[in-house]
């Protein structure tokens, strides 16, 4: 439940972040491309505690999909890296 309510407010979160993009249209491609490296690196790190959660999860989907363990740390670390982009957190080189 804790994570839905993350995940609710990273999404409310990103639309406003949307939002707030769609009014600086105006500048060029280059300046566009520098703005999203910039604002990436501003993103806040995920914790410990919810980078377990969020693998913790992502081994359920993955129980769920049939994903075999060859490939599961890969899977998991994909996973876990869209949930921490849909919350707006910081991607992690690994698990």
Do not use: H, R, W
């Amino acid at each position: 439940m804790k994570l839905n309510v993350l995940t609710l407010v990273g999404l409310l979160l990103s639309g406003f972040a949307v939002a707030a993009d769609d009014e600086s249209n105006s500048q060029t491609d280059a300046d566009d491309s520098q703005y999203a490296v910039t604002e990436m690196a501003n993103l806040p790190e995920a914790s410990s505690e919810m980078l377990d959660e969020l693998k913790k999860e992502c081994k359920t989907f993955a129980e769920e999909d049939g994903v075999s363990s060859a490939k599961l740390s890969k899977y998991l670390l994909d996973c876990v890296n869209q949930e921490l982009d849909i919350i707006g957190y910081k991607q992690v080189k690994k698990l």
